[in-house]
């Protein structure tokens, strides 16, 4: 089922568009510093007519056959659109960050990318310095890749996920 275009939308959301609804999928998730996992997602992009998006995520760590084995990250925030396809990203997580990201809304396909321009950790949170993330509509599905550098590390893969749009 294609999605549909909200008539309230703001000319600097519209690019986005394919964005607006609820996702769910899988995905993997590797580190130096960590054990490889597979994880559970779902996302969800909000918009009321003004120039943003909100943005909530959840994510469950899953075992071999599925099963939930424990809640993972969540993530909060507002995807600002700007005139001339830049976003700006502010995002909160529960892991103690906020992060700003900036990037563009590629001109011709249903994706963008955005890189890490600072990074506010709490006292209690894990190292983390940066990262770079990639998102893509797909034949109908959202994609999604996150590198980052974290823990002494360099900037490198650390989670990808599918996730489908979610028809309510």
Request: with cysteine.
């Amino acid at each position: 089922m294609p999605f549909e275009i909200p008539e309230n939308i703001h000319p600097d959301v519209a690019p986005l568009a394919w964005l607006i609804g609820r996702w769910q999928g899988n995905g993997h998730g590797e580190y130096p510093t960590i054990e490889p996992f597979q994880f559970g997602q779902e996302l969800v992009f909000q918009q009321d007519g003004r120039p943003f998006i909100h943005y909530f995520s959840h994510s469950w760590i899953v075992d071999e056959a599925g099963e939930t084995v424990r809640q993972a990250a969540q993530e909060t925030g507002f995807i600002r659109c700007l005139p001339d396809r830049q976003i700006e990203l502010l995002l909160t997580h529960n892991t103690g960050f906020v992060e700003i990201w900036y990037g563009e809304i590629h001109p011709d396909q249903p994706r963008f990318e955005i890189t890490t321009d600072a990074v506010v950790r709490t006292s209690s949170a894990k190292e983390y310095t940066g990262g770079t993330r990639l998102y893509g509509y797909v034949d109908g599905d959202l994609l999604y890749a996150f590198d980052m550098a974290a823990m002494g590390q360099p900037l490198q893969s650390h989670t990808h996920a599918q996730l489908v749009r979610i028809h309510e």
